[in-house]
């Protein structure tokens, strides 16, 4: 038999910490109350034994006090844990807004990951110690999920729709990734390894590998050879409108509703130009769905996010927003 | 050992010796005959379900896969689900016991509707003939869970049948319940008040409710999953337009109240068996009862707590979060009730209540692990792991099944009029109870260290947990093969049991064991409050003497 | 003994408590069938929330018109039933039976237009499956809202074709004078399955039908 008998998982990014903290004050709280009513059962099992076989116990109805008492203890206790645990979702759910962007697009059974300068790797990922890397992930067919255990990191990838984690390694060294949404026949042999290196040594490993451009040269060709540019002109002046600054911009829709220019709204706007329209446009762009990939389309979106607004337009979040501080909930787990 | 012939007592008519032959029993409406009928149905599926976990757990010894090939190991695993879930331990307690013992203890003649229960049972059996088709023509490899897009569309396997199975196995599950709240609600004796209830039948109402409300949810959610399937419609296929998550949302509504339908009724046998063995009244009786509703209706709200990680809004988890530790309320007052019940008792360790302990600790376990996947930030790590495979076998077979064969066993004078084998089945009850725990404690562990759920092969560092949870495995498969020989047995050599053995203040033990065909000689009329030891002249204990102590042959032998 | 106590079943002590028990039988199934329907509407609400104006496109190829005679009909039958409960109450045997006939002939009614509404849905390729072609830009989503159609008014359908074997049953019975002013619990329960298939309708024809009605 190999590996030993390991009892924790190893701790590698600055968010295991924290998960590790709040596992450990529900252990507390569960071997307290979970002892006690064992220490109880048992006292009373054998305090209050049977001794003779005609006998029967006290007549006790109940007791009001004790019953608020156990209601509102462990509400107390439960709250505790809600408040804890949701406010350690939500520094999950918000990425740093310098964070690294890596594209992932699972597919039966394989993990294929994209670096924005190009280098693309399968069932293996290579990042920087001490960076925020954020995940954009897609799929291309079923559910998959994308879990690194020494990261506590976990999020479905489902197909149609972008969803993304982030984290911030803290130690060199090789970990597992695992699928854990159940995907099919291959499902436990979908994953690999994430590879955390010194920022010198992953320097060297991105300058080593053969690269084909990056992303956003990749995007930017894509949208003339489809044609994007003859309609959407940088000047605002075209059949449709103009993509500068427009990544995490908040757009104005006909009917007057607004929605924020993320990942999602790209897609779905590429894929399927109907579903919203822009203020001020008429809906004639084709439909692109069926006619580009999955990873075409994060080209095509890492494209459009490297249009930076122009100097003048401030305010806006994106790329003009590097200078600002972390949101603070973020912040107080770095 | 007294031979049935030179038993006096069964010369009297029972409902097992009112009329013999195969039609006598499958043409019968006598709600007692359809529990025993359904009592043989489940066992069959419990012990085929056993059989894939076996072979489940056979297959993990080895890092790489020690047993079959990974599209094998993926219906094994979907298999054991859906005939476990879904033939075993939904109507477990409520179709054996429930079914046998809601008109007895209310004081009723039958059911509401005796016909429409014999009808439930030949529905069940309709759907577990299409499950047996698909396990003997390849089995299904979706998981129970049937996620959309791949049950929909990319699994080539036999999904369509083991639907149509399950969405019978529902309707009648859904038959039952209506039969129950019906029965509850206007078959009572007089006498019997809502609060004269025992909770046995208080917690199989909320059950009812629950198989009601939530089960047709399911079907017609597993009928567009099989139509999508069939004509490569859009509903659940995001790749025409469709949301897979709009599955998910559906499948949980009715699947996570189902746990509730497993274990709800095992709380009602434990609080049947805690009072009877500690002869005191139930601490908190009013708690208990509104508790058992509360968790119904809260379970109906916190289906998502399935979907975190699935890309639900942040918001929408919250609330699903805050939810899920409401509902952990309810179950907390229950434990607590039942420990206080047993202060200043007279605490007997007869074979139920060791179930019942046993019940109430592994019952805890599950429900404090289940506030760590209650909390967002934790369930993240956590979700989809073996962290999640423990908690909900503790809560299900350590929880469900322990009540299930505890109540099986206190009521086994009351069924088959014989007592089995006291010795024996305490030994099999702790043996059941160390073979659970040394099963399903070290996959907290795994689940903790990371392992991901549905796994035919890991990494080798997990290994030492695997074969530890497997050899816990080929214990608790001694525990669970024990009774099923002692309990045969004991139906044709066991001592003859009285009316009530124990004894306990039920209704159901006012009448004759076995009882006859229609429970009562005449309608009990009920003056007394529940459980009260103290208040009831009427209950014959045993003569004064010292009890039996533990492992020592009962005193009847 | 009497015509009532001989349908006394055995298990109930009374016949109040028999017809107790068969009405809030029949309600609790009905609690049933609005969560089984229940799932297929709330189906319907987020895939139209998501395609809007393919389901407004897709509406416009059903039938307005035969729907609303169908509508009409179904209020009608509901009529015709509620009066036959009412005949079956004070025990008038002849009324009881033309109503109960009456009510049969308009479920049949509903039906055979429901088959002719389909049948003119094959003929235009609107039925989902290999043979579905839609003549717009979101052929998929009106593909779904197809399927949703035929699935509700399939199930809706079914419910009929069973409510309609049920009043024939009523009718054998009332024939043969098994319904008195005193016991009467089959028609009632069977009147109140009647309605709540037709309310189902009522839900069923905006939905469906006139989603897109204003332009």
Known sequence: MQGGLPLFPERASTMARHVDALFFYLLGVSLFISLLILVLIIVFSIKYRRRASNEIGAPLGGSMKLEVFWMVIPFLLCMVMFGWGASLFMAMQRPPPQAMEIYVVGKQWMWKLQHPEGQMEINELHVPVGRDIKLTMTSEDVIHDFFVPAFRVKSDVLPGRYTSIWFRPTKPGRYHLFCSQYCGTNHAVMGGWVTVMEPADFEAWMSGGPTQGSLAEAGAKLFRELACNNCHVSSGQGRGPSLVGLYGSIVRLEGGATVVADDNYLRESILNPRAKIVAGYKADMPVFQGLVNEEQLLELIAYIQSLAPPPAASGQPGAAAESHPPAPATKKLQ | MSSPATAPALRRETYLNVSFGVKSWLLTTDHKRIALLYLVSITLFFFLGGFFAV??????????????????????????????????????????????????????????????????????????L?????????????????????????????????????????????????????????MRAPGMTWFRLPLFVWTHY??????????????????????????????????????????????????????????????????????????????????????????????????????????????????????????AIPSAVKVFNWTATLYKGSVSWATPMLYGLGFIGLFVMGGMTGLFLAALGLDVHVHDTYFVVAHFHYIMVGGAVMGYLGGLHYW?????????????????????????????????????LGMPRRYHAYPPEFQVLNVLSTAGASILGVGYLLPMFYLVWSMRYGPIAGSNPWPATGLEWQTPSPPPPHNFDRTPVVTWEPYDFAGRADLQYPVPRPEPQMFQPAAHD | MSAAHSALAEQFRDMEQQREASSLGMWVFLVTEIMFFGGLFLVYTVARAMHPAAFAAASRHLD?????????????????????????????????????????????????????????????????????????????????????????????????????????????HAGRGRYTAEYHTPVEISGLYWHFVDIIWIFLFPLLYLIDIHH
Not at chain 2, 89 to 107: C, D, K, Q
């Open chain 2, 412 to 448: 086994w004078p009351k069924i088959s009029g014989r007592l089995y084998p006291e010795a024996l089945a305490r030994f099999a009850a702790i043996v059941l109870f160390v073979g659970f725990n040394l099963t399903f404690f070290p996959q907290f562990i795994l689940g903790y």
């Open chain 2, 55 to 128: 072979l489940i757990r056979l297959h993990l010894l080895t890092p790489e896969g020690s047993l079959v090939t990974a599209e094998t190991y993926n219906k094994l695993f979907t298999m054991h689900g859906v005939v476990m879930i879904f033939f075993f331990l939904i109507p477990s307690i409520p179709a054996v016991l429930g079914n046998f013992l809601i008109p007895l203890m209310i004081g009723a003649k039958d059911l509401a509707f005796p016909r429409l229960n014999l009808a439930s049972w030949y529905i069940f059996n309709l759907a577990a």
């Open chain 2, 206 to 327: 909320a059950t009812s409710l629950i198989m009601v409300l939530g089960t047709p949810v399911v079907a017609i959610t597993l009928t567009l999953v099989a139509v999508e399937r069939i004509f490569h419609l859009a509903i659940f296929n995001p790749a025409l337009g469709g949301d897979p998550l709009l599955f998910q949302h559906l499948f949980w509504f009715y699947s996570h109240p189902a746990v509730y339908i497993m274990v709800l009724p095992a709380m009602g046998v434990t609080t049947e068996l805690i009072t009877a063995f500690a002869r005191k009244k139930l601490f908190g009786y009013h708690f208990v009862a509104a508790a058992s509703l509360g968790i119904a209706v809260i379970g109906f709200f916190v289906w998502a707590h399935h979907m975190f990680v699935a890309g639900l809004s942040p918001y929408a988890a919250m609330i699903f979060s805050i939810l899920s530790y409401l509902v």
């Open chain 2, 130 to 186: 299409f499950t047996l088709y698909t396990v003997i023509t390849g089995g299904v490899d979706t998981g129970w869970t049937f996620y959309t897009p791949y049950s929909s569309l990319y699994s080539n396997t036999h999904v369509v049948p083991t639907i149509v199975g399950i969405f019978f196995a529902g309707f009648s599950s859904i038959l039952t319940g209506l039969n129950f709240i019906v029965t509850i609600h206007t």
């Open chain 3, 64 to 172: 307005v018109t035969l729907g609303g005679i169908n509508t009409a009909v179904l209020i009608v039958s509901s009529l015709t039933m509620a009066l036959a409960v009412y005949a079956a109450q004070v025990g008038r045997r002849r009324r009881l039976m033309g109503f109960l006939a009456l009510t049969m002939a308009l479920g049949c009614t509903f039906l055979i237009i429901k088959g002719f509404e389909y049948a003119d849905k094959f003929h235009h390729h609107l039925v989902p499956g290999s043979g579905f072609s839609f003549p717009g830009a979101e052929a998929s989503p009106a593909e779904m809202f197809f399927s949703l159609y035929f699935a509700m008014t399939g199930l809706h359908a079914l419910h009929m074709i069973i409510g309609v074997g049920l009043v024939a049953v009523l009718l054998v």
